[in-house]
């Protein structure tokens, strides 16, 4: 891995929390996801296509910021943590009103658990008349994970996502608890990050989405990803929308890398491109040894 040199505090600035939603498969990441897309980022774009980039920032009316990671499920949270990337700041996980704590809700739980993130409760689908939020409060309630209008220190809210009802006071609650983590980095240096997906485009070449976690990344940087390199060409935001600059918390796709890195691989900004394609050049090597050693056992 590479070295990363420590930030003076001086250097540090705030930035957006990073928010993951996971929760039991039917009961609304995707729908939550697309509400909160639809009313925050499409809102006043006249006509603008919204991209598919697995990540998406939002600005709410008061001016925070929030990134959220577009990969509902819990397949990008445990690829990532499993390559060692810790990515989110926070997760929002949405339990069903009309349901209950179901395996996968207590599976997500867990992960945020292991991996030392705050939990904020979307208790979702509050529009249903079977909809019983308390029983799902007992539930949580019942494995010590109190809300807070139970007497407990979690937050949660009940929301709809198909009528957006309660969906801006969840994010403010999101905002609230991501104060509490005083999440800073350090804008003014070569970039560094994950990267949340990449594929091949039959026009474009390899796209990768990479979330920019410190420093700024600039259009003719010369990048690092798991085993591949390239100078950034062009850089995307969520829009669609061609940019120069990408800081600390922004999501962006990337064009110029020679091939696809992995869900999950690092990223690094390098002063040389002999640097980066070093590198790259030598893990792919190390992949190929590896891979031999495993095929002869
Ligand atoms: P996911 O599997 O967790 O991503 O769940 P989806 O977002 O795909 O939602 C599953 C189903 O529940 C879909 O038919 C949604 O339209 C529906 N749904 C999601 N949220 C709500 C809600 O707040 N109210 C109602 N009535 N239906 C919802």
């Not at 997906?197 to 259009?219: I, N, P, S």
């Not at 940087?221 to 085993?227: E, I, N, P, R, V």
């Not at 690092?266 to 090597?285: L, N």
Request: glycine share 10%; charged share 25%.
């Amino acid at each position: 891995s590479i070295p990363e040199e420590e930030d003076l505090p001086e250097d540090l600035e705030a930035r957006a929390p990073i928010v993951t939603v996971m929760g039991h498969v039917d009961h609304g990441k995707t729908s939550l996801l697309d509400y909160i897309r639809e009313e925050n980022v499409i809102a006043g774009e006249s006509g603008g296509i919204t991209q598919h980039i697995g990540a998406y920032g939002v600005t709410l009316k008061n001016g925070q910021k929030i990134t959220f990671l577009d990969t509902p499920g819990h397949e990008a949270f445990t690829a990532m943590r499993a390559r060692g990337a810790q990515v989110t700041d926070l997760a929002i996980i949405v339990i069903a009103a009309d349901d209950d704590v179901m395996p996968q809700t207590k599976e997500a739980i867990s992960h945020a658990q292991a991996a030392g993130v705050p939990i904020v409760f979307a208790i979702n689908k509050v529009d249903k008349p079977t909809a019983n939020p308390d029983k799902v409060k007992e539930s949580l309630a019942n494995m010590d994970l109190l809300v807070e209008d139970w007497g407990g220190k979690i937050q949660s809210h009940d929301i709809s996502a198909k009528t957006g009802q309660g969906v801006q006071e969840l994010l403010e609650k999101v905002l609230l608890e991501a104060e509490l983590l005083e999440l800073k980095a350090n804008p003014d240096k070569l970039a560094n990050g994950t990267v949340v997906e990449a594929f091949l485009d039959k026009g474009r070449g390899y796209v990768a989405t990479v979330l920019v976690q410190a420093g700024t990344m600039r259009v003719g940087d010369y990048m690092l990803a798991g085993t591949h390199s390239g100078k950034v060409k062009a850089m995307h935001d969520e829009r669609g929308k061609a940019i120069v600059a990408a800081g600390p918390s922004t999501p962006i796709s990337v064009l110029g890398l020679d091939g696809a890195p992995q869900a999950g691989d690092k990223f690094h900004v390098f002063e040389d491109e002999k640097e980066a394609k070093s590198i790259a050049a030598k893990r792919t090597q190390l992949q190929r040894e590896q891979s031999v050693r495993t095929q002869r056992h």
